[in-house]
């Protein structure tokens, strides 16, 4: 019943009762007169409860509705409930705007959780998105890892201390320029080969283990529960890869299993009719969300979102409102204009539509877990950057004091009835001046106290993952005959980038060894070898680096390593060695291997003895340098950023904490980030694996600023 009417009804009850009154006495009439006031105000109440609160708790950002809307309120309310209805979201009876923004946990030292959340609140958000890569918290078959930077249960409960909402993107696959967009590689180990994001048994048989695992975990944490939980994701952009529904209902069948009936499940595909076609899961209530370009009209999209959702179960939702891009190797650093980001996010939101910003933060691809992309075929390869900042309002070392936070705060601001919180200040950053480093081994002289247990013989080359490797390097050795003149090096399939060297003897140790070329996934190209002159065949070291598997499209079953035959002057090469050299990744304690160990022992004998390289006929080629500075007590522990121009290409550790790859050669990364909690006051050890060849003088510097200046300059920038 609207207003109106209800007030015409309440006006023909006084009268009724008016005229009752005048038959009684005076003292009679002065009660019925209180009793008629009491019955007026109650008839009145129900007016006043239907229209939509203006205030609410401290973590809601509530909005004024359009005039048709003011009159809606579920009527039944329940203390702690999130539903769709209305073609609106509902939190606890009330309408509810979500005000979200991607922001990763795997991406931010645990340590900075906190403070990343924080400066999220003070843009004026409700409600965290994040991934949940399964690498991360499986990095080998059986072994599942919920501590550090996976501890995922207290990154949940903080958000929840912090007073936002979550929408828990569960994949199993997520994208999110991830590797292998959050498979296990280990997955790509099974034979026969697993199908993934399929209904192929094998691959549903792993995601039942994992999500068996996860989802009991997370079940708690929903919001009916009394968690921060109110939505959950299924897959991620399904629709942009295949239409395997079967495959979509399956998933759906176990988080139902899971989870309940109650909790929101949804998907997220492209704006268009064909990737909603094939992404959504009709007839299983699940909720459509869409996402599309920054600069598009949102509202024609979220027109044709409803065709995907029941009847009033489509609220307008961008899941991934992109407040910027992504940025390759050799590209120049993607922007985009913060007034512009502001003004697409004030067209969502002046109309009451929700919207989630991907991403509210970035934070940085520590580890080896930067995913890349392809273009045309899978040997057109774009590996991405260690940074991660993603030009989005927070910045990768948590800044605030920009021009892109201001404008999007300013647009939240406007359809807030609350006050958004005081914006904080940047944390502070140092420059801890230069770093003078030792060369302290040379790769190949390593290779004679390897234990031949850990090397791997077989007929031809095998992948990275066979060797039970998933990450890091691998150096394949063989042998041929030369010939007068020069050879011709062929490999077809290499996976991501190879330096070969020759040598006149296998054992390398205390001989010359000559670097003759690289070979890359992406410009591959057949290398000469020269006659080395060797009195028997002449022994050939090709060190493949995995740069980062595909996370998107039609080539993400990317395995790692030498793929294909290896052919000199045509002949097939056989009889290969493989020594695996892993080093630790991001989740990992680092490993027990002689590579490694004697790499990061460099401060005990550096101290008593200058080292001396027994290879001396290589001046450059894959070597460690290893450098420390200190911290004075008095002096606060800040972040900083070691830059590497004047440096190839290779990794970097911090008190063995892995902070990623550089290759300011390539650009546009110069710097790379390290956030205060990695170190410590007093002694820092900084190693390096370089590949190519080091800075002349062999210094880094610890600089306060990030540096995105280096390498080629195209303009290969994602145009929103």
Known sequence: MNRSKRLAATEST?????????????????????????????SFLPVFASLPSLYSHSHDVHFLLPRHQRQHRRQKTDVTKFEIAEDMFW????????IGGDLHYFRVHPEYWEDRLLRAKALGLNTIQTYIPWNLHEPEAGKLVFEGIADLVSF????????????????????????LGGFPPWL????????????DPAYLQKVEGWWGVLLPKVAPLLYGNGGPIIMV???????????????LRHLVKLAREHLGEDIILYTTDGGSRETLEKGTIRGHGVFAAVDFTTGDNPWPIFKLQKEFNLPGKSPPLSSEFYTGWLTHWSEKMARTDAEFTAAALEKIMLHNGSVVLYMAHGGTNFGFYNGANTGVDESDYKPDLTSYDYDAPITESGDVQNAKFKAIRRVVGKYSSVSLPPVPSNNKKTGYGSIQLKRTAFLFDLLDQIDSARIVESENPTAMEYLNQMFGFVLYVSEYAPKTGRSKLVIPKVHDRAQVFISCSPEVNGRQISYVGTIERWSN??????????????????????????NYGPYIFDRKGILSPVYVDGRVLTRW???SIPFHNLNEVPKFHPIIQIAFKFHEVSSREKLEHKSEGVLEGP???????????????TDTYISLRGWGKGIVFVNEFNIGRYWPTSGPQCSLYIPAPILQHGENVLVIFELESPNPELVVDSVDQPDFSCGPRKASVHQL
């Open 14 to 42: 006084s009268k009724s009762i008016s005229t009752m009154a005048r038959k009684r006495s005076r003292k009679t009439t002065m009660i019925f007169f209180v009793l008629l006031s009491v019955l007026a105000f109650v």
């Open 91 to 98: 939190k606890d009876g009330k309408p509810f705007q979500i």
């Open 156 to 179: 949940l409960k903080l958000c929840q201390n912090l007073g936002l909402l979550v929408m828990l993107r569960a994949g199993p696959y997520i994208c999110g320029e991830w590797d």
């Open 188 to 199: 790509l180990s099974i034979s026969p080969d697993v199908r993934l994001r399929s209904s």
């Open 233 to 247: 994701q299924i897959e991620n952009e399904f629709g942009s890869y295949g239409d395997d529904k079967a495959y």
């Open 525 to 550: 190209q057949a290398i000469d070898l020269p006659n080395a002159k060797c009195v028997s065949n002449t022994s050939l070291f090709i060190l493949v680096e995995n740069m980062g598997r595909v």
């Open 577 to 579: 060695k493989m020594i």
């Open 623 to 637: 070597s460690f340098y290893s450098g420390h500075f200190s911290i004075d007590t008095t002096t606060e522990v």
